[in-house]
DNA sequence: TAGATTGTTAATCGATTAACAATC
DNA sequence: TAGATTGTTAATCGATTAACAATC
């Protein structure tokens, strides 16, 4: 029960990006020179509960010391393993338009320890250019490029006619995990995990708080 | 209860993003010359319960006829209105990085009825560019700017060490509902509405999933 | 009318919070 | 040891789903 494997149907998805922002938060107090938090002081500077806190790492085993606290390194090391980010992800991009660009280039990513390994698009007059060192291709070679990198997380920014039909292709190259911004709902197989970001859906939604 | 005024507490978030969702696919619908749909139909669409389309329609009063169904142009008409969506919503966008560049141009935006009628950055790069229409200005003139041109939402994409002050800044232009990119919480007060977005943490929670 | 589908209430499910014994 | 905080169980809360009478 302590394999984050076991888990990949029980642990809602809610909680994964709780253990991520958990992640993050320790980071931030390991560089402040932190060496000890409680689930209380962690939950408030992210606006929730420390039983939450306590309960969400409660998936994945026993982190902390009984009337101590966590160590932000230790723990941190932990979700970073649980989280399958302890190493180096490599991405790719499909659709160079301008979110794909701004995507490539977004200096987040590179900080929490992920790489873009392939950009394409199939727009001749994209080709070739070079963003953030990353080449675009032509997405006629996706297949061949991106058996040959090694991709373990595709997004997806392309235009929606051609969203399920991108997303077929990278699947038949054993992409499991894509981060889809197209704001439509793919199809695929159990085994495959899709992310939405729906940009247009959380500017309507905030719309609705106007007074 | 008709009102979606008097919800603004109780309805919750997730909810309205839902509405969000059905109001776009009964858009896509009635351009397909559909001129009738069930809670089934529309629940299939969307990968959800037909249950849970009638619940959340209730939540804002009666759309349907026993029966039949839902017209879809109706349907949306009143989610619109429901939303706020029925009238441009005016945005300002705070960081004309590659994130806030990317967004600014985005034509989900537009299609969706929104519209940006101003960009500020800091950088003396940047300001005087036009990108999409729009003149980068200098933040320095943030507050004279945005008091002029009636904006009812502000898109945040700043360096994190930016955010809070800016943040500060928009809420005393009664700037009362923010699109957060930065990845950090911001303090506001209850009745300022923030949505986050937080890209990193989309990445990081995917990685989990990779067999 | 008969069939279909709504709106709504009741049942279920799952996630969050509270409480507390265990323990450092 | 006394105080603090964990891990975990039980209680609460809220959201989703099922069921069905109402009704077009």
Redesign the pocket.
């Known amino acids: 029960m302590q394999n984050s494997k076991n888990h990949l149907k029980t642990v809602?998805k809610?909680?994964i990006k709780r253990l991520a922002l958990y992640a993050r938060t320790l980071h931030r107090m390991e560089l402040n020179g932190i060496m000890r938090v409680?689930?209380?002081t962690l939950a408030e500077r992210l606006g929730?509960?420390?039983?939450?806190v306590?309960?969400d790492?409660?998936h994945f085993g026993?982190?902390?010391?009984?009337?101590?606290?966590?160590r932000p390194g230790e723990l941190r090391e932990k979700l970073r393993k649980i989280l399958g980010t302890d190493r180096m992800i490599r991405v790719a991009i499909v659709g160079a338009g301008n979110l794909g660009k701004a995507l490539l280039s977004y200096v987040g990513f590179r900080a929490q320890g992920f790489k873009f390994v392939a950009a394409f698009d199939s727009d001749q007059r994209k080709i070739g250019h070079i963003i953030n060192n990353i080449k675009i291709q032509n997405i006629d070679n996706l297949e061949k490029i991106i058996l040959g990198k090694k991709v373990d997380i595709a997004i997806l920014a392309v235009p929606a006619s051609k969203a399920q039909e991108v997303t077929d292709r990278l699947i038949k190259c054993n992409i499991n995990a894509i981060l889809n911004f197209v704001p439509l709902r793919l199809i695929v197989s159990d085994n495959v995990k899709v992310h939405y970001v729906d940009l247009a859906i959380e500017l309507e939604s905030l719309s609705f708080y106007l007074r």
């Open positions: 809602p809610s909680v409680s689930s209380k929730i509960t420390p039983a939450q306590r309960k790492l409660a026993q982190f902390g010391v009984p009337g101590f606290g966590y």
